[in-house]
């Protein structure tokens, strides 16, 4: 069992996320942090009250409020991807007698930051707790500051974002969780701690199509497979205009399976670092991933390859 706390912009592919890791036995989630990103922080916090409700649990993890801002660039969100709510609009939905469809959960927002909710849980579990990222790095970058003795405890810390050797998704050549706070990024790569990356590299190859996710779900009347249909349309309908194909991207899903199903995934050394000064480049992950160019001082574990049939089976067989 691992003891993981996940730290969250919720957005739709968080959504993916969050389900499958709470239906990973494999993994114990301690703790869950917000932070700003695909929405501001406090719409964060309420679309992860949203997510969690969507589960019938009997007991939640400790959940704080994360950093609002990043470390020094102005917030950049993507609601025109994930919806103005950041969850395709689901908090608006309501049932035919007016209620929300998907009701917050009924859970307190602890009132100690983001920050230090991390800071407690790496000092609670020394060389145990893996951080989970799945939106920019500020909270992370802010607790190594905070106090880096306590952060140095960590087992590692597995992050999705960046892109290395295709084009960005924000700019032509930067990956949005790095993008929003690439001083954050650049600080935790630096720091020293195991690092696992998710780029887009990896996250691109596993297509959601609408088809197969209709597919899944048109059968079951469950919450979750309602929620989703209902998530998934606004980035679906992005994804149709913009990306060329009905469906999207479960970018958030994998660091998730990275855990608990490692033989799915394939990944080499590297050293990486994030440029943040760069007007064109800013927020770019650099690195070079060639085999013969070893780098003597790698600082993360970078994946390359996902199988990624498997891995969505994976997902769907975890969900129903
Ligand atoms: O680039 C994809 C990442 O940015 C995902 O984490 C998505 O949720 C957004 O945060
Ligand atoms: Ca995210």
Known sequence: MQRILIDTDPGVDDAFAIFLAMRSPELQIEAITTVCGNVPVAQATQNLLTILGVLDLDEFPTIAEGEAEPLVKQLVTAAHVHGEDGLGNTSQHRSTDGSLLYPPANTEIATLSGVDLILEMASRYPDELIIV????LTNIAKAIRKDAAKMRRLRKIVVMGGVFEEYGNVTTTAEFNIFVDPHAAQEVFQFGVPIHIAPLDATHQVVLTGERLHAEFD???????NFLKDATQACMEFYRRHVGFWGFHIHDALPMGMLT?????ESVDAYVQVETAGTLTNGMTVADLRRERRPPNPNAQVCIKVAAEAFLD???KRLH
């Open 314 to 316: 994976h997902f769907f």
């Open 219 to 225: 059968q079951q009347e469950d919450n979750i497979s």
């Open 133 to 136: 990222t799945l939106g920019p």
């Open 261 to 265: 199903h490692p033989e799915y995934f």
